[in-house]
């Protein structure tokens, strides 16, 4: 008997959408329209990073899961492909319908298992639903380009062809939001899907499996698998018939990654890490300034890519725009609850390795305004909550100003000028986003045009992407791709060049 036939677990339907309190006791994977445990039978435990306590457990995948997931999407994969785009984005359109229909429910697990308010997981499922329509619409378009031939009679064309199966490893800042920015491109341009969610994650995963076989994918095109990096995530990137992986995370297992599916050139597409700049200048908005260093650094616990951790300021208004931020962030209520502004990190090592980072920045000589430790007492007990932090004195060459901590850790750096400025911001292995606070436009315009960085906001934040707008970064940020936006398409496809020679006299 085949180890789907011993491990399959009842199916759930999208009514169990219906309330929070329908968490399965074990979430499983979803391997060609089943749902199974673990082909050896284990799992492990979700801790919910607001308690300290279980949440569920979770199939934990390895080798034999993905080898019996790639089977599956590789037999399911032509026919997919074979359905004209318009089709597959109608597919994808009912997926989106489907999800704001039960967003309400959907932002529930995205708030259980990451410990962020309810109004933020909402904000981040309408964020997932909006990627679902916009890439349903490029259906609609799916460019390829018509131009012409030095060869008389001749016609050249480039068409969109899909790459087979795509491997997709997720991160779980916004976990919703992440599944769609991945899973929505991929299976548009004709690919069979295979997810590996993040293990601290897999409720909204999950959630989004069940949507997506209830919209009408067919068996095997999308496949969700739970596990740990190591044991399924790696199996997945070294599979030969996984003909592109596009993974989110750090800038270490990015580079693994690379060394590995290069080994057989496959497509690979790496969104990783960040140590972004926000530089406010002498002239800037000093309260608007504090207002989007607060988002950046410190929304969603700071687990963001695009987190603003590099605050450098003039030296001009320096010792006043600290005093005004340092009182802010005094000011942030950390919790669960909707009027809180950030809640737990998302899990107890993520805690503790960038609480020793604080430690270390501070035995090197750096000073912490405030924050830098867990947060204690009835209202965080168990829980992963850590004190928004800010630091000075930190020399650009140290570790904590550059490596990505993904938590509520920033730093402040004084500088002479705009000159100054734009060489500190471009002083880190990343390059990912940059932000500048500024009213002269000139100096806004030079920042844009200097600032090495795959995306450059003015007066704004670190952070923000919209559905039709790429995003991606440069160096240890990423490899030159980019998700979202149309070009998404270009990640998940291949272009074929086309010639077709016709004689007039023939007609």
């Not at 012409?148 to 009679?153: D, G, L, Q, W, Y």
């Not at 491997?167 to 599944?179: C, K, Q, R, S």
């Not at 987190?307 to 006043?320: H, K, P, Q, W």
Request: net charge neutral; with cysteine.
């Amino acid at each position: 008997m085949g180890v789907r036939e011993n491990r399959t677990v009842p199916r759930y339907h999208v009514e169990t959408l219906g309330s929070l309190g329908a968490i399965p006791a074990v979430i499983p994977n979803q391997i060609g329209g089943q749902d199974a445990l673990a082909a050896d039978g284990r799992t492990f435990e979700k801790i919910d990073p607001a308690t300290g306590r279980t949440l569920c457990r979770v199939a934990r995948s390895t080798a034999a899961d993905v080898r019996l997931a790639v089977d599956a999407a590789r037999k399911a994969q032509p026919a997919w492909a074979a359905a004209t785009a318009v089709r597959r984005g109608d597919i994808l359109r009912q997926i989106a319908l489907l999800m704001r229909e039960h967003r309400t429910a959907i932002a529930g697990f995205v708030a259980s298992e990451t410990g962020k308010s309810r109004k933020d997981a909402l904000g981040e499922t309408d964020a997932a639903i909006e990627m679902g329509f916009f890439v349903a619409g490029e259906g609609r378009r799916f460019y390829g380009q018509t131009t012409t031939s030095a060869v008389a009679n001749k016609a050249a064309m480039t068409v969109r062809q899909p790459l087979g199966v795509a491997g997709l490893i997720i991160a779980a800042n916004t976990p919703i939001a992440n599944v769609a920015w991945k899973a929505f491109p991929a299976l548009l341009c004709g690919n069979a899907a295979i997810l590996k969610a993040a293990e601290d994650t897999p409720l909204s995963a999950w959630a989004f499996g069940l949507l997506a076989r209830e919209a009408g994918v067919p068996d095997g095109v999308y496949t969700t698998l739970h596990g740990y990096g190591e044991e399924a995530g790696a199996p997945l990137v070294e599979h030969p018939d996984v003909a592109i992986v596009s993974f989110t995370g750090s800038s270490e297992v990015g580079r693994w990654i690379a060394e590995t599916t290069g080994r057989r050139l496959a497509k690979t597409c790496l969104e990783l890490g960040g140590k972004n700049p926000l530089i406010v200048c002498d002239d800037a908005d000093l309260a608007n300034a504090v207002t989007w260093t607060l988002g950046s650094a410190f929304s969603n616990a700071g687990q963001r890519c695009a987190a603003g951790s590099r605050i450098i300021v003039f030296e001009a208004v320096y010792d006043r725009f600290r005093q005004m931020l340092v009182e802010a962030v005094r000011g942030l209520k950390v919790g669960t609850g909707d009027t809180d502004d950030y809640g737990p990190v998302i899990n107890e090592g993520q805690m503790k390795g960038m609480l020793a980072a604080v430690e270390r920045a501070k035995a090197a000589g750096a000073l912490v305004l405030t924050g830098g430790e867990r947060l204690t007492g009835e209202a965080y007990a168990g829980g992963f909550f850590v004190a928004p932090t800010v630091l000075e004195h930190a020399a650009p060459a140290d570790e904590i100003s550059r490596s990505e901590l993904f938590g509520p850790i920033t730093c402040l750096y004084r500088v002479k000028d705009f000159e100054e400025a734009i060489a500190l911001a471009n002083d880190s292995p990343f390059g990912l986003t940059a932000a500048i606070h500024t009213r002269n436009l000139n100096r806004a315009m030079a920042f844009v045009a200097r600032i090495q960085s795959g995306v450059a906001v003015v007066n704004g934040g670190t952070y923000g992407s919209e559905p039709h707008m790429p995003f991606g970064g440069l160096r240890q940020s990423g490899n030159g791709w980019r998700e979202a936006g149309t070009q998404a398409l270009d990640v998940y496809s291949d272009l074929k060049t086309v010639y077709i020679n016709h004689n007039p006299g023939q007609v």
